[in-house]
C-alpha cells in the first residue's frame, strides 16, 4: 500500500513537472514571438517611414524641375509681355517634353490661355488668385476647365511682374495628377503598398493606387467612416492619425480604410517657404506582416519542436540513466551480494522505521563453516541461495526476512506469542532443512537467537542481542533461545576477564595458595595443592572457576599453567634452600597444556632450571581427560619416568573412572568431594568404603578431597585411604602462610 503511494506521488510529480515544463515552453514560446513580431512591426515601420520619406523626396524633387521650368517660362512672359501669345506658341515643345497638360498664362483679368488653344477665364481659381497676390502656388487636385474631359490636373502658378514690380498676369504649368502618381513608388513591400499625398483638409492630390483611395477623395472623412466608432471626435482622430513616434517604442501605428487594417506613415512635405503643406502617407496592409510573419513562426515553432523532442530525449535518457544508477547503489546498499533479497541495511531500516512490537530472530545455519569446507565456496552459496528463495517464498504478510552474512539471516515476526514464535520457527527450520535436501545437503539445521521487539529497545540493539541469543541455542535441544539480561552480564564480565588476563599475567596478578594435604592416620602434612588466585589491582579476588573454563576456551590456559608451574617450582626450590620440611605440591594441568607440543621437555626444564628434585612437584590431571587414551597415557608415563607422580583429580565424577584405571598412568586418585558429600547416608558411606578397598587393592595411593566435618574425618579414617584434603584440616592459604607450616629442619641434622 505505501509503495503504491510512492509510485502516485512519483507519477503525480513527474506530471507536474511535465507541465511546469510545457507551460514555461509555451510561455517561451509565446514570448519569443512576440518579441519576433515586435521586431517585424519595428522593422516595417521604419520602411514605412523610409518609403515615405523617399516618396516625399521624390515630389519635392518633381515640383522643383517644375517650378524651374515654369520660373523661365514667366521670365520669358514678363521680358515680353506684349508678345505673351506668340511666345506661348513657341512653348508648345517644351509642353510635350515636360509631360504637361498645358502650358498657359492669365491676364490680369482671369482669361486663361493655354498651349492647347482653349482660353477661359479662370479668374475665381485659388492659382489665379494667389498668383495675383504676388505668391507661387501649386494647386489640390482639380477639374480641368480648360478640356472638355474633364480631367483631373494640378496647376501650378507665378505671379508675372511688370517693370514696376507689379503683378500684370500670372503664368502657369498644368499637368495630369497621374504623371505624379507615377512618381509614388508603387513597388514598395513587393506591391502590397500604398502611398498618397493629401492636404491638411484631407483632400487627396496623388495616389499611387486608386483602389485604396482616389485623388479628389478626403482620407479624413474615409477614415471617419471605418475608424470613428473608436474616437469622440474628429479632431480626437487626428491627433491620433498625427501622433509622433515616442523614443525607442514601437508605436504600432495602424489605420482602417474599406475594413482593411493597414500600418502606415504620415511624412509632411512643404513648398514655397512652408506655404504649402502636403502631407506624403505611406500604408501597407496588416495582413501583408501576418502572412510573412506567419512563414517565420512556422521555423519557430519547427525549431522549438526539434529542441523540445531534444530536449525530453535528452531528459528521458538521463531519468533512465540515474534510475539506472539509483537502483545499482540501492542494489549495493540494500541488497544481499549473495541472495539478491533484502539485507541487514535494509532490515534495520524497515523494521525501525515500520514495526513497533514483534521478535527480532537471529538464524543461524547449523555447521555451516564445516559444511562449506565440505562442500566447497561455490556450492555452499547456492545452498544459501536455495535456503533463501525458499524463505522469501514463505515469507508472510507479518513477517519480514533479510539475508546477514554467510550464513546468518535475521527475521522479524509482528507476534506478541511466544508460543506462535516458536512454531513458525520449527515450521522454518523444516523449510530450510528441505531447501538444503534439494542442494542433496541432508544434515542441515538452523539456530534461532530470539529478541523481543518493543519499547525501550532500538532495532540495533535488538539484533546485537537476538546475535547474542543464537550463541544459547547452540547449547539448547529446541535450537532456539532467548536474550536473557543476566547471562549477558555474565558472558560480558567473562569476555572482560579474558581480554584483560594477559596484561594481569605481565603484571604478576596470578598468586598461588597453597592448600596442605595431611596423613589420614597421623595427621601431619604430607603434601599441598597449588590453587591459583587472581588478585587484581583494586585488590578483589577472583576464583579459578570463573576464568580457569574461560581460558580453557580461548587456549591462554596453557600460558596459565606453565607461569604457576613456574612459580611453584621456585618457591619449592627457596624453601630447600631455607632448609624447610619440603614437602611434594601438585600442579593442575589442564587438557589443553598436556596437548600442547614438547610439554614434557619444557615442564622437566623448568623443574631443572630450579634444580629440584623431580618428586617435590606433582601433575594433577583430570579424570575426563585422561580417558582421551593411548596418546596421553604415554604422555603421563614420560612424565612419571622422570619421577614425577601423575594424580588423578576429580575421581568418581566421570563415567569412564574405572576404565580409566586401565590405562595405568596414574600414582594417586584424588576422590572427589561429590563422594565425601554423600557419605551422609549408609548407602554413600558403603560406596566410598567400596571405591576405596577396590583402587587402594589396585595399588593406588588414595587422596580424598572436600572433607569438612570430623564426622567425615571418622569414617574415612577406617577406610585405609591415605591423605585427606580439606577444608576440616587447611583452606587454601598463602605461600607466606604455608611456609610457616613447614618446620625448619635443625642446623647440622
Ligand atoms: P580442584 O583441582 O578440584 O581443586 C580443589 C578445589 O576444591 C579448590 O577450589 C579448593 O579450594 C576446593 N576445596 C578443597 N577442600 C575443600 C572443602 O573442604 N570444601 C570445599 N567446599 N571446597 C574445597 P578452587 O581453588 O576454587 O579451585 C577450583 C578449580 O580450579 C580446581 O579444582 C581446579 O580444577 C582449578 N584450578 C585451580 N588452580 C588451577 C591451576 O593452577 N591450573 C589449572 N589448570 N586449574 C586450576
Ligand atoms: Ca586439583
Ligand atoms: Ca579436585
Redesign the pocket.
Known sequence: MKKSLIRKKKIFSYVSVFFICLIMVVAAVARCAFLIEGSYVEQLERNLADVAGQNAEALKSEISIRYDLLKSIACRFELEPDRRLENLYLFEPVSDSFHLKRIGFCDPDGTAHGTSGVDTNLKNREFFCKGMMGFPWISDILMDAMDENHEYVTVMSMPLFDNQGKVNGVAAITYSTEILSKELSRHSFEGNGNSIVFNNRGEVNITSNPQFINVADNIFNRLWDDMGNNFSSKYEMLNYLFRSEEKGQTTDKKIKVDGIEYYYHIMPVSFFDDSIEWYVLSTVPAVYLTQRFAYSRKHLYKMVIIVLAFGITSIIFLNVLKSRQRRNTYKLAYCSPVTGGANTDLFKQIVGANCYTGFIVYMNIDNFPYTSLAIGKKRSELLIQSIWKKLSWEEKIDEFFAHHANDAFYLYFDYTDKGKLEQRLLELRNIIHEAAMTEQISWISARFGVCRYGEGINIEECCRKSEIAVQGALQNITGIDYFDEERQKKQIESQDLEDKFKDALSREEFQ??F?PKYKTDTKIICGA?????WVKEDGTVV???QF?PLL?RNGD?TL??EY?MEKVCSYQAQWLKEKRAVVPVS????KA?LYSSKVVERYMEIIQKEDLPPYLIQL?V?ETLATAGENISQLLNRFRRMGIRILM??FGTGYTALSTLNLRCFDVL?V??SLVDGMGTDYGRQLLENVIEMTKKLGYEITV????TEEQYESLKDTGCDNI????FA??MSSKEYSALQVIEPVGN
Do not use: W
Open positions: 598461588i595458595y592448600q595443592e597449588a590453587l591459583v588466585r576464583r579459578p572457576d580457569i580453557e590456559i596459565l599453567d604457576i600442579v593442575n594441568i589442564s597444556t594433577e583430570t583429580d576429580d584424588k572427589d568431594k578431597e572436600g572433607v569438612e584434603q580439606g577444608f576440616l583452606k587454601p
